[in-house]
């Protein structure tokens, strides 16, 4: 067993025994391993929600800043690429109509009647739109509702007892148990949540709380504990993702009633999802500029004096109890899933519930199981990644496997490069005539969007490369989203001239204005140095089958040989992946979904072709405000004195969709008609099933079953689950179903009331020192001076960084060089290294910290900056005492 060097340190503190402190990941999970390793055995949740209650929810609502935000989201959601559709959605689309430019209206609106009077009201009512979007790409994290989240207090499961009988709600730890009896005894489910019938009181919260899925059965699967949520050490939306204050407002309890009459009750806990330290915030002056405006409150001078107990509300800086783990390298998932992964036959080096290494094999009899629980790599970890997936197929002819499982439950996408690569290992020939790799897509035009386009595509092509500077810019501009002349242009078979072929001023439908379909060279070297990392020198390839990367091997499987299993839960790359699978005439199994019978969908996360966030935009608009400037002209909505956008309230991260998948078939019928993206499609699995009690924690019979209905069996698909997807040589028989016409419940959080049983005294909370254990970690896990000859540990780069002391003091040297992590653009995770530095500001994914250059080993795709330079102990005469 071995350490890598990539920590992830976590932490978990616990304020009054209540307050458990989560990795702040701010892609859409927190993560397992804090809160399995934090406390959380029985302890009341009062004080967190006083937290909230008192001095969360009594932060007062600022006009100004709310318009600044909602001016600031306004233009952002611009860009948003499904804004027509979501407004009046063809019928087939399974969630409810949203007009998300008259919602924010709305809000704008109230704003300015004064109908706020708290913050937290203003952030819900902005968060019921964004939820709304049901697009795993449309994400916010803002203010309060960034910091805070909930969970439900005991881990779930839905399964059915026989795969025909409708699923039942199960307590995990009750089927780890029966399983661990050799199943002598069937556990027994929850009948009752709350005096409520349990599904109905699970269905109606996952339509309130699940995030970003297309239909109610993904909102449901999505709640769950499942084992390859454990092994990428992930919760369910019940196990910490809850963004609304779930407890009923007079108490915090949740009562679990089982069938045979035990019960269990507990707490909602509250999740700190920050790994920030600002110091005590000591008023609520401290607490809103904090938590709502991310300033950090004015240091202290540490006067000798006991100040401890003199109002503290809110302090982070306790050391003491500290909690380091390293993650472990393994060879299997077994302890991970709690057993429910077997040993596999193939891993990809370095498996860690970190990442790094994530791709597994298995072969059960005459069956192979390809598990993929994400796209998500480094781009240094991408070959290994594609090495594993060779291997398995080698491995699998070898061993003269018959079938193939390609298992992508929990698979949220990551690096769109692998779903090409991965596609190719299987189908490695692709005459131009099919459409199977095809993966056209197309935007929303609008002016801004034109402006940034046509300038920066302008930018590009006027580079002149006989200089150094010019030459590397357009190597690592290549694969920008707005030079759109790398671009291949379908109608013509070439690329772009230039954004107005692309963007031109006709091209309405649904009230909107379109782009062309474009298409990405996969074998074009600036692209995939762009895009990819991928140094045309350095004996990297590109995916397999494009570009140097050739196709060497043959088409081992037939298309009916191979099935995906998915949760509903697939979402971006793994949309494409399943799309491009099920092109060829793969079939898909899904798995879950509500009790009740009927067909499900096999890819309801999203189906954008592109996540982007506001944080690369306002770079984009940055830049283009340059470009511009010599001709005197400013970016509309951008205020003349700021460097980059105004966001108003801390914006940790704000995701978007930028571009639709288009698929051929339909861009074929007409090029120049309306297209209705992928995402509002209807995209039934081939068949569908339940989880099982035996199933739902043992993949091996999980895939054992998928093959059965798959190949031997198929009545074990769910009743009525079968007929509407088609396949290319055989057509959907039954239509897709209508949207439910049933009306989803209003979200009504009730913030008037007050829960909890608090420890407070005279109003201010005391937490028990010990209760808090960030600090270490935070330095531990903080960016660390460069080593002798500028060394840093792997995934880490070294960037001198600008100085700057607390209250104009003179620092001892302007620019100090420090190790910088690693960031992924989409999920940037730099949240948690904005530790002990007096870092000013935030750190933030910065994809232009320095540009690459063709000779620098390690291309990385964005690094943690601090904004506005650091504070540095060493360096800051007074900088220690804080
Ligand atoms: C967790 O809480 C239990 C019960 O209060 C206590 O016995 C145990 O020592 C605690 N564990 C840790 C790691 O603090
Ligand atoms: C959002 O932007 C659009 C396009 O510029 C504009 O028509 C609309 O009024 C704006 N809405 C709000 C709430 O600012
Ligand atoms: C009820 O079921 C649970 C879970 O299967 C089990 O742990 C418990 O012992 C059962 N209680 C009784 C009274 O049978
Ligand atoms: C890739 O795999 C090799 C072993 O084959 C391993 O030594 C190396 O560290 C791996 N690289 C990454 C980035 O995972
Ligand atoms: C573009 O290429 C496709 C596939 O090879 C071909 O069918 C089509 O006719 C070409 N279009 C043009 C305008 O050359
Ligand atoms: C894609 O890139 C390759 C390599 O640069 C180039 O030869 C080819 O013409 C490009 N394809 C299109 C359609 O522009
Ligand atoms: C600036 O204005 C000149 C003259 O109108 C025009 O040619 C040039 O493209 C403009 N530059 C930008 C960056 O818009
Ligand atoms: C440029 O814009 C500023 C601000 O709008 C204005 O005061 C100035 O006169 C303009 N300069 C020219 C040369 O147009
Ligand atoms: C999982 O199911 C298989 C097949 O039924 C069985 O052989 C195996 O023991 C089970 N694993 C566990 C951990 O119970
Ligand atoms: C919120 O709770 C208060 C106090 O219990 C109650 O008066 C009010 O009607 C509730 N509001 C809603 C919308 O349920």
Redesign the pocket.
Known sequence: MTFISRLLLWSSFVLSGVLHHVDARPGPRPSLLNRRATNDTGRPCGAVFDIIEEDLKSLPFLKDVGLRFIEYYNTTLQFQSTLAYLKSPPAEYQQTAVDVVAELGRVKQKVLNDQYSRQLDFEYDVHSIVHAIHDDHVNLHIGITAAFSFAFPFDIVSASLDGKSLPKLY?RK?IL??RGNGWTEE??PIATINDMDANEFLSQFASQNSFGYLENHADWNALFEHPTNDIQGFYGTLGGQLVYYPGNGLDDTVKVK?E???EFTDNWLALLNQLHSPGPLETAGDFYNYFVLGLEPPVQVDDGSDSENSGLLFDFEGEDGLQLIEIKVDTNWKEESDDAFPEPDVAQPILTIAGGGVVTGYFQEDIGVLSIPTFEQFPEEAKNFSNTVQEFITKAEHQKIKKIIIDLQQNQGGSVSLAFDTFRRFFPAEPDTLPWTWAGSRRRSHPLGDLVGGSVTEWWKGLNTEDDDQFFDQWDEAANEFVIATRINPLTNDTFENWGEYSPAQGNYREDRWSKVERLNLSDEQVLYSAFSIEPESGEDGPYGYGKNPVTTKQVWKPEEIVILTDGLCSSTCSLFAGFMNQAGVRTIVAGGLPKTGPMQGVSGSRGARAYSSGLLDWHLKFVGLLLAPNNSSLPNIPIDYETRDTGLWVHHAGFNLRDEILKADWEKDPNAEHTPRQFQYEAAHCRIFYTVRNIYNMTQLWSDVAQAAWTNPALCVEGSTGYANLPSQPATAPPPLRPTAQKPKIVINTTTRGGMGEDTNGVLMFNEGDMVAGMAVKRNGLEPCGAGDKCPSQFACRPIPVNCANGERPKATEAKYCLPVCKPAVPTCDRFSGDLKVNGHLRCDLKYEAVTKSRKHDFVGLCTPQGGIKPQNLCPGGAAT
């Open positions: 307590l009750d148990q029966a556990p027994s089982l045979n009459g035990t």
